[in-house]
């Protein structure tokens, strides 16, 4: 029981982060004018600092195995998670675009602004470095075997789009890393104490450590703010069904799948303990802006995400409580 406390412990803070993200929003102090702006400044900048400060002196990239596997892997399970939502909407028989944006929606579950604070708090700085890789994986997945089946495209039509800022900042960390680490060097304080050339450095690192603490909580508030906005075209009583039908894809079977993999894997505990994060999380908010804007179902877009977010205050907590017990942990 205490294991599980401490969970929810970790887990309840980021939900209500939201819920003040959705009150500012009815008070009138963060606007939808505002979003934009401070959305590209978490994409574009704050983010990105997050994860070069978490990689440019991480010691888990010198490990083949992290650096290869974990973008593999987490391909793997989003393309898993879109194959089980899509056959589920053809199972049910939902008509083609609700179809089609369910195995979207469903199929795609929040990979970072969640998981990043869950991960650095229950398991620390090398797992979150091993998370930043396993989403090379689900960002190529999300454009080529997501968006591009979804606006009726080959996979590899979209594949530049998995070129975001994050995805970018995720490839030069990783590559100062490895150029540190061909001349021995790793870029942490006390090597940054030792050379002459360090103190400008450790600086310039501290600086960007800095701007990515505020990374997290801005997008969780303008998360809540945008949830919010939708609030009001949310209908529950008009889609009972596919809610349903998204609580046992993305809160039940996704996760025992996640948990599963975990556990078969001969990988490192790292990657074990990021697929148990991940395996709890909910749908995505921004599928849901790609499929507005694309002609997918607005409807069946929301019901996804309110019934899996709801459901994730239950379920989140218990699959990684469940997901470490199997771990040893």
């Known amino acids: ?105 469903a199929g795609i579950y929040n990979n970072g602004y969640i998981p990043v604070p869950l991960v650095a708090a229950l398991y620390g700085s090398s797992a979150l470095t091993i998370l930043f890789l396993y989403n090379l994986g689900t960002e190529t997945a999300f454009w080529t075997m997501g968006f591009a089946p979804f606006m009726g495209h080959s996979p590899l039509r979209d594949w530049r789009r998995a070129l975001t800022t994050p995805v970018r900042a995720i490839i030069l960390g990783v590559t100062i890393n490895l150029v540190t680490a061909a001349f021995g060097l790793v870029l942490d304080d006390t090597t940054l104490s030792t050379v002459v050339w360090g103190w400008p450095v450790k600086i310039v690192l501290e600086a960007v450590k800095q701007i990515g603490l505020c990374s997290i909580p801005v997008a969780l508030l303008v998360i809540g703010a ?36 975990a556990m078969a894997l001969p990988v490192s505990r790292e990657l074990k303990e990021t697929l148990v994060v991940q395996a709890a999380m909910p749908a995505g908010l921004f599928p849901l802006l790609l499929a507005r804007h694309n002609g997918g179902s607005t409807p069946v877009a929301l019901q996804v995400i309110f019934s899996t977010s709801a459901m994730a205050l239950i379920t989140l907590p218990l699959w990684i409580h469940f997901g470490m017990k199997l771990l040893g942990n």
């Open 226 to 261: 945008t949830m919010a906005d939708f609030w009001n075209e949310f209908r529950a009583s008009a889609g009972a069904g596919v809610m349903a039908l998204a609580i046992i894809v993305r809160n039940l079977v996704c996760p025992l799948g996640f948990v599963l993999l």
């Open 1 to 105: 029981m205490h294991e599980y406390l401490q969970v929810l412990g970790e887990v309840l803070p980021l939900f209500l982060i939201m819920a003040v993200g959705a009150v500012v929003r009815r008070l009138g102090i963060l606007d939808e004018e505002a979003d934009r702006s401070i959305l590209n400044l978490c994409v574009h900048l704050l983010l990105p600092c997050l994860i070069l400060d978490h990689l440019i002196a991480s010691k888990a990239l010198r490990e083949p195995g992290n650096l290869l596997l974990s973008p593999l892997v987490g391909f793997v399970a989003t393309v898993g998670s879109l194959f089980l939502a899509g056959l589920v909407g053809r199972l049910a028989r939902l008509e083609p675009n609700a179809a089609r944006t369910f195995r979207f929606i």
